[in-house]
C-alpha cells in the first residue's frame, strides 16, 4: 500500500519469510484450537535433509547431527538468531531486517542523497528516507509467514 501527502511518500511493503533448507514454519493454534487471525506462535522445526547431501555437498543435517558436533558456521543460524526458545521471535527479525537494511543502504549511491532513519517499532520494520529536496519517504516492512 502507499500513499502522497504533499511533501512525503508513505509505503507499506510486506515481506514474506520462508524457511531456509533444513527448518519449517509451523503455526501453532490458540488456547481455542483454532489458528490466530495473527500469526503470534510460529514454531520453527528442524527437517532432515540427509536426502540433499548428495546435492549439498559438505551440509550437515541439523536433524541427525548433534549441534555440538556441527561447526560452528553449521549450526542453524535461524534457530540462533531469529528465535526464542524454538519460537520465531518477531523482536529479533525486525533487528536483524534493520541491521540487514543499514547495511544495505551504505551500498546504494542514493545513500549520498538521502538520510536513512530508522524508527522504533518491534513488530515491523519501520524507517524514514528524507532526500535533499526535502522530499520524506515513511516505509513500513511488514513480515508475513
Same mark, same amino acid.
Given at each position: 500500500a502507499w500513499s502522497i501527502q504533499e511533501s512525503?511518500?508513505?509505503?507499506?511493503?510486506?515481506?514474506?519469510?520462508?524457511?531456509? =533448507?533444513?527448518?519449517?514454519?509451523?503455526?501453532? =493454534?490458540?488456547?481455542?484450537?483454532?489458528? =490466530?487471525?495473527?500469526?503470534?506462535?510460529?514454531?520453527?522445526?528442524?527437517?532432515?535433509?540427509?536426502?540433499?547431501?548428495?546435492?549439498l555437498r559438505g551440509t550437515l543435517c541439523f536433524?541427525?547431527?548433534?549441534?555440538?558436533?556441527?561447526?560452528?558456521?553449521?549450526?542453524?543460524?535461524?534457530?540462533?538468531?531469529?528465535?526464542?526458545?524454538?519460537?520465531?521471535?518477531?523482536?529479533?527479525?525486525?533487528?536483524?531486517?534493520?541491521?540487514?537494511?543499514?547495511?544495505?543502504?551504505?551500498?546504494? =549511491?542514493?545513500?549520498?542523497?538521502?538520510?536513512?532513519?530508522?524508527?522504533?517499532?518491534?513488530?515491523?520494520?519501520?524507517?524514514?528516507?528524507?532526500?535533499?529536496?526535502?522530499?520524506?519517504?515513511?516505509?513500513?516492512?511488514?513480515?508475513?509467514?
Amino acid at each position: 500500500a502507499w500513499s502522497i501527502q504533499e511533501s512525503s511518500i508513505d509505503y507499506q511493503l510486506l515481506v514474506f519469510l520462508r524457511p531456509p =533448507p533444513g527448518h519449517s514454519f509451523h503455526l501453532e =493454534p490458540d488456547t481455542t484450537g483454532q489458528l =490466530p487471525a495473527r500469526p503470534s506462535n510460529i514454531r520453527v522445526v528442524l527437517e532432515c535433509v540427509c536426502w540433499k547431501k548428495q546435492l549439498l555437498r559438505g551440509t550437515l543435517c541439523f536433524l541427525h547431527h548433534h549441534e555440538d558436533k556441527l561447526p560452528k558456521d553449521q549450526r542453524s543460524v535461524v534457530l540462533r538468531t531469529l528465535c526464542t526458545s524454538s519460537y520465531l521471535d518477531m523482536q529479533k527479525v525486525t533487528c536483524w531486517a534493520q541491521r540487514l537494511l543499514r547495511s544495505a543502504w551504505l551500498l546504494l =549511491p542514493q545513500s549520498q542523497h538521502c538520510q536513512l532513519t530508522m524508527l522504533p517499532s518491534s513488530q515491523s520494520c519501520k524507517f524514514l528516507l528524507i532526500g535533499t529536496a526535502n522530499m520524506t519517504i515513511c516505509t513500513e516492512i511488514l513480515f508475513a509467514v
